[in-house]
């Protein structure tokens, strides 16, 4: 009796399987067609593709005076521009150049200073390349790039260097634009 009875559920089962199969079956890809990414053109369109333009860097010779030294303290903004030359040579006396370096491939404890300027532009875009340079200098941990740590540059530059030292340092700084 029970072989009977379960033989009557047969066709339903049956019919279930098959419904099942038709379902999925209907939702499968067809495998004779192509596959194509929405962005790309029809199989046989005779479109090149051209890759996306990539968006340049900010060029610190785009900016004024003005937007270069904009958010500097008075004290500083009024000696600017300082000497670059100078500027190098405190950063061999200060040991600047012990974690910062001028090889844009060479990893280092600081951020490297190759294309400087360049970068300055982007960094804190709320305030001008100068005044982030001079931040970086007398309160580091404000800002620390991505990568690096808070609390490895040492934070008394600002006591250290005389307001000019610092307005040389700055100059320096910006003539390094990665040419």
């Not at 066709?11 to 890809?29: D, N």
């Not at 060029?59 to 100078?86: H, K, V």
């Not at 982030?132 to 941990?141: A, K, M, N």
């Not at 320096?172 to 634009?177: D, F, P």
Request: proline share 12%.
């Amino acid at each position: 009796m029970v072989r009977l009875a379960s033989l009557r559920y047969a066709p339903v089962a049956l019919a279930g399987i098959v419904f099942l199969a038709l379902v999925v079956g209907a939702c499968a890809p067809d495998p004779s067609t192509t596959l194509i990414s929405p962005d790309m053109p029809p199989e046989g369109a005779e479109e090149e593709f051209v890759p996306p333009t990539p968006t340049p860097l900010p060029d610190i010779t785009q900016l004024t005076e003005e937007e270069i030294y904009a958010g500097l303290p008075e004290e500083i903004a009024a000696l600017m521009p300082g000497d670059p030359a100078r500027g190098a040579e405190l950063a061999q006396l200060n040991g600047c150049v012990g974690c910062h370096s001028l090889d844009p491939n060479q990893t280092a404890i600081a951020p490297s200073w190759a294309n400087m300027a360049n970068l300055a532009v982007t960094r804190k875009p709320d305030m001008g390349p100068a005044a982030y340079l001079y931040e970086s200098i007398v309160d580091p941990d404000v800002y620390v790039v991505d990568g690096y740590s808070a609390g490895i540059m040492p934070s008394n530059f600002g006591e250290i260097l005389t307001p000019q030292d610092l307005a040389d340092l700055i100059a320096y700084l910006l003539t390094l634009r990665g040419e």
